[in-house]
């Protein structure tokens, strides 16, 4: 079979089979109960989630919280001047500021806005690859290239094939999209 006849999800599963090596949740476990490795496993185990807070900000406020980002994305003192300024419909607005923020960086804009956020914690620990390593650091995720000389992926997700996951599914279509 080849890669324009494979599904997404056999797709997924092939870059799982040949990136995920194995399953380390017990050993990272048992070693985080020592005070010397448990700095390094926090690095891949727990991190704030300021995208979620910043998405909840964004296309669940209103419009008065609104002027808030506005003003400190693009100087407008209000909603409707950021619209005009941007040559924007009302519909488009949200979708606007979130592309805004992200380009911005959401961590810098949650904390200027002062969002209360949650934290991300992995549920699973996996070793992968290297490659598959900077894939899921480029999307945010949460690993350790060098955890007592191995590469260590803190998984926030449990109850679902690896190949299932949505970080998993996305990278394996912009690997297959040429």
Request: with cysteine.
């Amino acid at each position: 079979m080849n890669n324009q006849t494979e599904t997404l999800e056999q797709q997924a599963t092939r870059l799982v089979d040949n990136e995920v090596c194995y399953g380390v949740s017990q050993l990272i476990n048992e070693l985080a109960s020592n005070d010397e490795y448990i700095d390094d496993i926090m690095e891949f185990s727990c991190k704030p989630d300021y995208e979620a807070a910043l998405h909840e900000f964004v296309y669940y406020s209103d419009y008065s919280q609104l002027a808030e980002l506005c003003e400190l994305l693009n100087s407008s003192s209000s909603v409707w001047d950021y619209l005009e300024e941007n040559e924007l419909k009302e519909e488009g607005l949200r979708d606007h500021l979130w592309y805004e923020c992200t380009e911005t960086g959401v961590e810098t804009v949650a904390y200027d806005l002062n969002l209360d956020y949650d934290y991300k914690e992995a549920l699973q620990f996996w070793l992968v690859s290297d490659w598959l390593a900077d894939k899921l650091i480029e999307k945010g995720e949460m690993v350790n290239k060098d955890f007592l000389g191995l590469t260590v992926w803190g998984r926030c997700t449990s109850g679902q094939l690896i190949s299932a996951d949505h970080v998993i599914e996305q990278i394996t279509k912009e690997l297959h999209e040429d």
